[in-house]
């Protein structure tokens, strides 16, 4: 008799993250970011492809670097950098603190990936998301999706929603 293979994963959660088949999945309040750089779309035409694919490492590595202090996840795809950060009680009761926490980790690498010429658009949102090794998905990483190509300049903006989390009183 032969064995078949189940296509179902087991789902386990801990009431902060999900676990399923061995892949941790995490739902929770916090920033996403999406960071776009300009002018890539069609650079090979222009600069060596190696070189633009060095640079961009090396502008992913200056991320990576200055955010793993703050265990601030770090994610690409193709010429947009993704960003996440949980919060915690006192973040998420502090909106204006916490913001300040994320926007001091990625501004150093925002600017440094300049030298690279790697000039980048982008949108912050504060909100509920759930993310794994491979996705994010949730309200924060729509809005953060919505808003990130809509400005015409280099530059971070917050999203409509985050500005009013932001506006809101708090204790």
């Keep these: 008799m032969s064995?078949?293979?189940?296509?179902v994963l087991p789902v386990v959660f801990d009431g902060i993250r999900?676990?399923?088949?061995?892949?941790a999945h995490e739902n929770?309040?916090?920033?996403?970011?999406?960071?776009?750089?300009?002018?890539v779309k069609g650079v090979w035409q222009m600069k060596?492809?190696?070189?633009?694919?060095?640079?961009?490492?090396?502008?992913y590595y200056m991320f990576s670097d200055d955010l793993k202090t703050l265990d601030i996840n770090l994610a690409a795809f193709c010429d947009t950098l993704i960003i996440s950060m949980r919060g915690h009680n006192e973040l998420i009761i502090r909106p204006w603190r916490f913001m300040e926490i994320f926007c001091e980790a990625i501004i150093p690498p925002f600017l440094k990936s300049m030298r690279y010429e790697f000039f980048f658009r982008g949108a912050i949102a504060m909100g509920f998301f759930s993310r794994s090794s491979r996705m994010l998905?949730?309200?924060?990483?729509?809005?953060?999706?919505?808003?990130?190509e809509a400005s015409d300049w280099v530059?971070?903006?917050?999203?409509?929603?985050?500005?009013?989390?932001?506006?809101?009183?708090?204790?």
Excluded: C, W
Aim: aromatic letters at 10%; hydrophobic letters at 40%.
């Design 28 to 39: 929770t309040f916090g920033i996403v970011a999406f960071l776009d750089a300009l002018g």
């Design 137 to 148: 998905i949730e309200p924060a990483a729509d809005e953060a999706t919505q808003f990130y």
């Design 3 to 7: 064995q078949m293979s189940s296509n």
């Design 18 to 23: 999900y676990s399923m088949g061995g892949i």
């Design 48 to 59: 060596d492809p190696r070189k633009v694919l060095d640079d961009s490492n090396k502008v």
């Design 155 to 171: 530059g971070i903006s917050v999203s409509p929603q985050t500005g009013l989390i932001l506006d809101t009183p708090h204790f």
